[in-house]
C-alpha cells in the first residue's frame, strides 16, 4: 500500500480506494475514472498518488489543438524516459499510450498511467476511449505485446466536465463495463475544511463553509490570509468573493464552473434557474412562475444542473412524492444571492456597501439553510460523539401535518432507524432535530415544540420510543434547557463547538 504523504490532507477514504485499485491481484490492465467539480482537488491528490507510485502523470490544456497535444504528451513521456524529446518521434494516441504505458511497466513498481483533463482531448481526439477500450480488450485477450499479457498497468483518468466522464461509461461507449473504479472526489467535508483554512473559531469556519464550501482550491485564490473573527469576516468577504480583480470572485468562478459542462451553452437561462432555486423556489413549476416559462421547458436545465452537481433534488422523509430543489454549492449560492442582485454596486467599486446591503439575506438565505445542512451532517458523521447508541439511518428533513388541515411543523433534522426506509410506513425514528441560526439562545418552549411533533408522529403510528430530541443552535442554551438535558436521555444539545469537534480533530 502506498503511504498519503502527510501534505495531503484528510482524503483518506479516497486514498484507500486508489490503492486498492492500484494493488488488485489482477495481473491485466485496469481502467478507473476520476470526476469532480473544478476546485475539488482532483489533480492534486492524482499528482501525490502518482509521485508515490512513480508513475506517469499526462495533463491536457483546455483550448489547446490535437497537434499541440500530441506534442506536449510525447513530451512528457520522453522526459519520464529520460530520453531527450527528439529521440522520441509518435505520431498518434494509440503508440503514445502503448508507449506510456511500456515505460511504466519498465520504470514502476506499481504501473500507472494517469490521463488528467481527459474531456479537453475528447474535444479534439474522439478515438481515445476506442483505443483504451482495445488496449484494455488486448490485456485480456492476451494478445499483443508482454506488457499487454499480463503487466497489470493500471490507467486512470480524470475531469471535471461530469457530464463527459459520466458519459464514458454510459450506453454503448467504447468503456462501458471496463472501468474498475468510478469515483467522484466531494469537497471536504466542514471539519477538514476548518482545518484547510486553520480556524480556530467554530462561528468563523462556518461561515467560511456557507460561502465557499468544503472545495479547497480556493484557499490559494484568497488575497488576504482567512478571517479570525466574525468581525474580520465581514472585511475578508469585501475583499475577496465580491472584489473583481481576485481570482475567488464568484460572478467569475460560477462562469468558470458552468462552463466547465458543455451541455450548458445557454447560460443565461441557467443563471435564472440557480437563482430561483437559491431564492427558495423548490419545484420546477415555482421556478418557472419566477423565471417566466413553463415547467415542461426546464426538465433538461434541472437535469444539467442536477447530474452536474450544482443542485439537488432532496426527498421528505415521511411523505412520498414531495421533493425539494435546492442549490448544493456554496459559491453559486452565495453568487446568485449576494453578488448578482447587488452587480451594479460592485461595478462602481462598493461592495462593502454591496455587503452591508445583503446582511439580511446572507442571514436567512446562506447562513440559515447550511447550518441546518451541517446539523444534518453532524447527525450522520458525528453524533455518535455525543451519542454513542444513536445509529442513524436514513437522514433528512420532513413535514409534519398537524392535526388541522390548516397545522404542519417543518424538521429541519430527521434520522431514521438503520433498518426503515423514507417514506415507509410505521418508521422507526431516531432523532428529530431544530436547527436555527438566529441570534437568541434556544430554551425549553424548543424542546416542547418537538416533544409535540414526537407526540403528532407516534399519534400517526411512527415508532418514537426512544427518539432523541437535539436542538442545535449557534449561540448557545438557557440554563433551564440545560437543566432539563441534563436529566434526560432523549435531548441532547449541540452548540457550534460540539458541531465542529476540538480543532484538529478529522
Not at 415507509?424 to 424548543?446: C, F, N, S, W
Request: aromatic share 6%; glycine share 8%.
Amino acid at each position: 500500500m502506498l503511504e498519503k504523504p502527510s501534505w495531503v490532507l484528510d482524503r483518506d477514504r479516497e486514498w484507500r480506494v486508489l490503492n486498492q485499485f492500484l494493488a488488485a491481484e489482477d495481473p491485466y490492465l485496469r481502467l478507473g475514472l476520476l470526476s469532480g467539480r473544478r476546485r475539488h482537488g482532483k489533480s492534486f491528490l492524482l499528482r501525490a498518488l502518482t509521485e508515490q507510485a512513480g508513475g506517469l502523470y499526462l495533463t491536457a490544456v483546455r483550448e489547446e489543438g490535437r497537434a499541440a497535444a500530441l506534442r506536449r504528451a510525447t513530451a512528457a513521456v520522453a522526459s519520464y524516459a529520460g530520453l531527450p524529446d527528439a529521440e522520441v518521434v509518435i505520431g498518434d494516441w494509440e503508440r503514445i499510450l502503448t508507449t506510456a504505458l511500456d515505460r511504466t511497466a519498465a520504470r514502476a513498481a506499481v504501473p500507472l498511467l494517469v490521463i488528467d483533463e481527459l474531456p479537453y482531448l475528447l474535444e479534439h481526439s474522439p478515438e481515445i476511449p476506442g483505443i483504451l477500450q482495445k488496449l484494455y480488450d488486448d490485456s485480456r485477450a492476451g494478445a499483443g505485446s508482454t506488457r499487454q499479457r499480463g503487466s497489470g498497468g493500471r490507467i486512470i483518468l480524470c475531469g471535471s466536465a461530469m457530464s463527459v466522464m459520466h458519459e464514458l461509461l454510459s450506453g454503448s461507449q467504447p468503456l462501458r463495463g471496463r472501468a474498475a473504479m468510478d469515483m467522484r472526489l466531494a469537497a471536504f467535508g466542514y471539519r477538514a475544511a476548518r482545518r484547510l483554512w486553520s480556524v480556530e473559531d467554530p462561528a468563523v469556519a462556518l461561515r467560511l463553509h456557507a460561502v465557499l464550501g468544503g472545495a479547497p482550491g480556493y484557499r490559494q485564490l484568497v488575497a488576504t490570509g482567512t478571517p479570525d473573527s466574525e468581525a474580520s469576516f465581514d472585511t475578508w468577504v469585501v475583499d475577496n468573493l465580491l472584489s473583481p480583480d481576485i481570482g475567488v470572485f464568484t460572478r467569475t468562478e460560477t462562469e468558470y464552473l458552468l462552463r466547465e459542462d458543455p451541455r450548458i451553452t445557454r447560460r443565461t437561462l441557467y443563471y435564472d434557474v440557480l437563482t430561483a432555486v437559491a431564492r427558495g423556489a423548490s419545484s420546477p413549476a415555482k421556478i418557472g412562475g419566477l423565471i417566466g416559462r413553463e415547467r415542461t421547458a426546464l426538465a433538461h436545465p434541472l437535469g444539467v444542473l442536477e447530474s452536474s452537481g450544482y443542485l439537488v433534488k432532496e426527498q421528505d422523509m415521511l411523505r412520498g412524492r414531495s421533493t425539494s430543489i435546492k442549490v448544493v454549492d456554496p459559491v453559486i449560492r452565495f453568487n446568485q444571492l449576494v453578488a448578482v442582485p447587488r452587480a451594479d454596486l460592485i461595478d462602481r467599486g462598493q461592495s462593502e456597501q454591496a455587503w452591508r446591503a445583503s446582511a439580511t439575506t446572507f442571514r436567512s438565505k446562506i447562513l440559515g439553510p447550511h447550518f441546518e445542512e451541517l446539523a444534518r451532517r453532524w447527525t450522520g458523521h458525528y453524533a455518535h460523539e455525543l451519542l454513542p447508541d444513536l445509529e442513524p439511518g436514513a437522514i433528512g428533513t420532513t413535514v409534519v401535518p398537524g392535526p388541522t388541515a390548516r397545522t404542519a411543523h417543518e424538521i429541519d433534522v430527521i434520522a431514521l432507524d438503520l433498518d426503515s426506509r423514507p417514506q415507509q410506513p410505521g418508521a422507526r425514528i431516531r432523532l428529530l432535530g431544530e436547527a436555527k441560526a438566529t441570534v437568541e439562545r434556544r430554551g425549553p418552549h424548543d424542546l416542547a415544540r418537538l416533544e409535540h411533533i414526537r407526540t403528532l408522529l407516534a399519534d400517526q403510528d411512527y415508532r418514537t420510543d426512544g427518539t432523541v430530541l437535539a436542538l442545535f443552535s449557534l449561540n448557545g442554551f438557557h440554563p433551564d434547557l440545560v437543566r432539563i438535558a441534563e436529566r434526560r436521555a432523549d435531548v441532547a444539545l449541540v452548540d457550534l463547538a460540539t458541531l465542529y469537534g476540538p480543532t484538529g480533530e478529522p
